[in-house]
């Protein structure tokens, strides 16, 4: 059994102590389950039930070295039991199957699992009963993976995502600090409008107290308020990819105050004319904030209480909400679910109809019972994103919250009140003064200058890199030479990161040595750094 647990030594030391009876008959296999293979990278099996799966899935492991089967056990009889039959060594010696026993904390075995196999494209699987142990683990899983799989994505393609930062921080000469209006609208009440088919339910009394309450459009929701011609007092938007403008092109008000973050797709700014205001948040890059710091700017984040699931626009909405001191808080429109086919109100340019078979983590489909008591179709990261607003909202309890639409996933903590039924009190605001006084303190010379610091310490990293790719890994001038290149600036901020990330993913295709391709990556990742700035 030695040999057949070397990779597994702990386990191999626990069945060693333990008395378990021989297995004297071979199980009969079970039919195979129906999986979308072509689709899936990741496969996990909760339980190892004697390894049929492992039989089943041989072929399709064989085909690309970059697929893997995980099992997640929590009963050793069952690893033993699976030692004894004849494809018991195959399994526990195949490369691409790993045995995951959950004899500790589950949270951080199931961690570890996501961080270790971050592909998005995953299926969990079970021949035991699907009861509720089953899909808290299977949900937990799946969440994880969402940020692992964001995360790694993020780390891996920063020079895409600086495309973004770098062609935004033009745009900070002319626009306000949001992060210095802090409490500048205490008292005041703000509405959060998301994109969800329940906004058109509210449209009406939206605009019978659009004069007492500050509101806020979501990203897509300003093309559905535009449709209903109901121009809010804000828009935000942050999303980083082309589907963003593409929401956005409904909204016809181009001189609504857009508050933006610097990983936005930089083509949305051709869809309003100002005034803008720059938010910095949890969502911004390590590059990001230490130029922001380079450039005086030193406000702390709004909605680093989030929690790291919080991956959207809306979240971020109601912190800067929080941020500005206002009470009582008001989301319309944040469905996170759908409603028939469809999750979007109507003037939303783009279209997201219900796929059952996704195979994506956080795109996949569940049922969840709903505000209205009944079941609605939603997906994990909108679980997620109702957990975190959910979790929000008792972090600030002087603060009052409601739901005006009353329709989707809901919110547990959250009441719905009809939205003529809240108490609101005038605004009486002059809004074009108040962002006036907080215009920000950066010149054009002062961003050009601390953006050529960050230029001149990629090039040096390129220098070092190239070297590197020509001295073996354990030669003396390798081992200078990385020092010098910890050394840069540039080092902890995006390189760092993304070779982490890179070991991670290479760690998963076991036929790609990691070390051999790492330093021709990062002189050609730095290229595209280079070609930004």
Not at 130 to 135: E, G, I, L, Q
Request: glycine share 6%; net charge negative.
């Amino acid at each position: 059994m030695s040999t057949m647990f070397e990779r597994y030594p702990d386990l191999e030391l626990q069945l060693h102590l333990s008395n378990f009876e021989n297995v004297d008959n071979i199980p009969a296999s079970p039919a195979p389950l129906k999986l979308p293979l072509d689709k899936l990278d990741v496969i996990y099996s909760y339980g190892l039930s004697d390894g049929h799966d492992f039989l089943h899935l041989e072929e399709w492991l064989e085909a690309v070295s970059g697929k893997h089967l995980i099992f997640l056990e929590d009963d050793l009889s069952a690893v033993h039991r699976v030692s004894q039959l004849p494809w018991g060594e195959k399994l526990f010696k195949h490369p691409q199957v790993h045995l995951k026993f959950l004899n500790h904390p589950i949270d951080w075995v199931l961690e570890l699992c996501a961080r270790e196999f971050p592909s998005e494209r995953i299926e969990i699987i079970t021949r035991k009963k699907k009861n509720s142990t089953f899909r808290a683990l299977q949900l937990a899983l799946l969440r994880k993976t969402v940020l692992w799989n964001s995360l790694t994505s993020e780390q891996l393609s920063g020079h895409i995502l600086h495309r973004n930062i770098f062609t935004n921080f033009q745009q900070l000469p002319k626009s306000f600090n949001v992060n210095q209006m802090k409490n500048a609208f205490q008292g005041k009440a703000a509405i959060i409008c998301g994109a969800g088919p329940s906004l058109a339910g509210v449209i009406e009394d939206l605009k019978y107290v659009k004069d007492n309450a500050l509101i806020i459009g979501c990203g897509s929701a300003l093309s559905a308020l535009s449709h209903f011609n109901l121009k809010p007092h804000f828009g935000i938007a942050i999303d980083p990819n082309r589907r963003e403008k593409e929401c956005l092109q409904g909204c016809q008000f181009r001189d609504l105050p857009l508050i933006y973050g610097n990983r936005l797709y930089p083509e949305v700014f051709e869809l309003f004319d100002g005034p803008f205001g720059y938010l910095r948040s949890p969502t911004g890059s390590l590059l990001e904030k230490n130029i922001e710091e380079q450039l005086g700017l030193m406000e702390g984040d709004i909605g680093l209480d989030l929690g790291r699931e919080a991956l959207s626009v809306t979240t971020l909405a109601l912190a800067l909400a929080c941020h500005w001191g206002c009470s009582p808080i008001i989301l319309a429109g944040v469905d996170l679910a759908y409603a028939g086919n469809s999750h979007y109100a109507q003037g939303v340019p783009v279209h997201a109809m219900l796929q059952t078979e996704e195979t994506r983590a956080g795109e996949q489909l569940i049922y969840r019972k709903g505000a209205e008591g009944t079941k609605v179709a939603t997906l994990i990261k909108w679980v997620m994103e109702q957990e975190t607003i959910d979790a929000y909202t008792k972090l600030y309890p002087d603060r009052t919250f409601y739901n005006a639409t009353g329709k989707g996933l809901g919110f547990p903590s959250i009441p719905h009140i009809p939205l003529r039924e809240i108490p609101l009190t005038p605004l009486n605001l002059d809004l074009n003064a108040i962002l006036a006084s907080y215009s920000l303190p950066v010149t054009r010379d002062q961003l050009q200058i601390t953006l050529s610091g960050v230029k001149a310490s990629f090039q040096t990293c390129w220098e070092l890199s190239k070297q590197l790719q020509q001295e073996s890994e354990e030669s003396g001038r390798a081992i200078l030479f990385e020092e010098d290149l910890r050394e840069e600036i540039v080092y902890p901020l995006t390189i760092r990161p993304a070779l982490e990330a890179l070991e991670r993913v290479y760690r998963l295709n076991i036929d790609i040595p990691f070390s051999q391709h790492k330093w021709k990556f990062l002189q050609e990742m730095i290229e595209e750094y280079l070609k930004l700035l």
